[in-house]
C-alpha cells in the first residue's frame, strides 16, 4: 500500500530544507519564491524499530521498512488558484497525494524574505486553505454542470450526486474546507471522485529555529491551536536541525539528539502522526529471507492484509498463522513459540492488529 504525502506551504516557510532532510534530497532550497518549479519526489524509509527488535530474535538476509513518499510542491501565493505565481500547474500536483503536509514558518530570519511581510501562521495558514478552496470550487461547479444534465433524466444516481456537489459547493463558498465539513461515508465517497484538494488530510508542520526546539514560541502555539479546532496533526520540526541530522551516521545522530533533549528525529515523528492521520497500521512478516514491515489500513480483515503482498494471497487465502513481539522477545524464537502455544491460527474475520508478525497460508 503506497502512501505519498504532499509538502505545500508559502515560499521560504522551509517545505524544500525540510523535504531534503527528510529524504537526503537534493532539492534547491534558495532564499527566493519559486525555487521549487516541478515538484520533487523521494522515497522514504518509514522508521519503526520493531523491526530491529524482530531481527534480533529472527536473523534474515534482508530487512525492508515500510516507504513514503514525499513530493515537495512548490510554494503557493495569493492568486495561486487563478494561475499566480505559477499556481495552477502546482496545484494540479496535490491532486495525486494522499495527504497534504503544510509546512508554516515559525521562525523569525531577516536573511529569509518572508513573502508576506511578516510571521503569521493565522494569515499564512488561511490564504493556503483559500486558494486550495477556490481550486476545488471551479471544480465542484464544472462537474455540477454537467451532472445537471444527466440529473434532468431521473437518473436516480446522478440526483444523489447532485444534491452532495452542491452541498460541497455551499461549504467552500462559505470558507469552509470539505475536510472540515463532511463526515458521512456516503457522501465522502461521492466526493472522492471529484479529487477536491481540501479533502485531504491536513498535518500541520510548525518549522522553527534552534531557539524554539525545547519549548514552543507564540506561532508554534498558533499552529497548534489552529490544528486542535480542526482535528488536524502538528509537527513541530526545525528544518535546519533536520538538515544536519540527515547527513550524521546512525550512532552520531543519536548522540546529537541525545544532547538537543530529543528522542527521535522529525522523519519518526513525522510518519507516525501521518499514520494517525490516515487511520494506517504495521503488521510484519518475518523469516530468513527477510524481515519486513507492511502498510494497511486500520480494520483490515487477514485476507485484506495477504492482498498487499500480493492478490493472489487474498484470493487464495486459507489462514494466518499470528504472534506478537512481545511474545517473540519472551520466548526467543518462534519454534518456542510454537511450542507455548503462543502463534495463533486466524481465519478471514481476524482484524489485523497494529505490530501483528504473520505468516500467511493460501491455494494458488
Not at 25 to 48: M, Q, R, S
Not at 76 to 82: D, E, P
Request: glycine share 8%.
Amino acid at each position: 500500500m503506497s502512501l505519498a504525502v504532499g509538502i505545500i506551504g508559502l515560499p521560504n516557510v522551509g517545505k524544500s530544507t525540510i523535504f531534503n532532510a527528510l529524504s537526503n534530497g537534493k532539492a534547491a532550497a534558495e532564499n527566493y519564491p519559486f525555487c521549487t518549479i516541478d515538484p520533487n519526489h523521494g522515497i522514504v524509509a518509514v522508521p519503526d524499530e520493531r523491526l530491529n527488535r524482530i531481527t534480533a530474535m529472527i536473523p534474515t538476509k534482508k530487512i525492508i521498512p515500510a516507504f513514503m513518499e514525499l513530493v515537495d510542491i512548490a510554494g503557493l501565493v495569493k492568486g495561486a488558484s487563478k494561475g499566480d505565481g505559477l499556481g495552477n500547474q502546482f496545484l494540479g500536483h496535490i491532486k495525486d497525494v494522499n495527504a497534504v503536509v503544510h509546512v508554516v514558518r515559525c521562525f523569525e530570519n531577516d536573511d529569509i524574505v518572508h513573502v508576506e511581510g511578516s510571521i503569521d501562521p493565522s494569515r499564512d495558514i488561511s490564504i493556503i486553505d483559500t486558494e486550495l478552496m477556490l481550486t476545488d470550487l471551479g471544480t465542484v461547479e464544472r462537474n455540477i454542470s454537467r451532472t445537471e444534465k444527466a440529473a434532468k433524466s431521473g437518473d436516480k444516481e446522478s440526483l444523489a450526486k447532485l444534491a452532495v456537489f452542491k452541498k460541497v459547493q455551499e461549504s467552500l463558498s462559505k470558507g469552509i474546507p470539505i475536510r472540515k465539513s463532511f463526515t458521512d461515508p456516503e457522501e465522502l465517497k461521492m466526493i472522492a471522485e471529484l479529487h477536491l484538494l481540501t479533502s485531504k488530510p491536513v498535518l500541520y508542520v510548525a518549522n522553527v529555529d534552534d531557539s524554539s526546539i525545547s519549548e514552543d514560541n507564540d506561532a508554534v502555539k498558533m499552529v497548534r491551536k489552529i490544528a486542535a479546532e480542526e482535528n488536524a496533526g502538528c509537527v513541530k520540526l526545525c528544518g535546519k536541525l533536520e538538515s544536519e541530522l540527515a547527513d550524521l551516521s546512525d550512532d552520531d545522530k543519536a548522540e546529537f539528539l541525545k544532547d538537543l533533549g530529543l528522542e527521535e528525529p522529525g522523519l519518526a515523528i513525522l510518519t507516525k502522526e501521518a499514520y494517525k492521520l490516515l487511520g494506517l497500521e504495521t503488521y510484519f512478516t518475518a523469516g530468513e529471507p527477510e524481515n519486513r514491515a507492511w502498510t494497511i489500513k486500520k480494520g483490515f480483515k487477514a485476507p485484506e492484509a495477504a492482498g498487499v503482498i500480493h492478490t493472489d494471497f487474498e484470493k487464495g487465502f486459507i489462514k494466518a498463522d499470528v504472534y506478537t513481539l512481545e511474545d517473540l522477545e519472551t520466548y526467543k524464537s518462534e519454534v518456542a513459540l510454537r511450542a507455548a502455544g503462543k502463534i495463533r491460527s486466524e481465519g478471514r474475520e481476524y482484524v489485523v492488529q497494529d505490530g501483528d508478525i504473520m505468516f500467511f497460508k493460501f491455494n494458488v
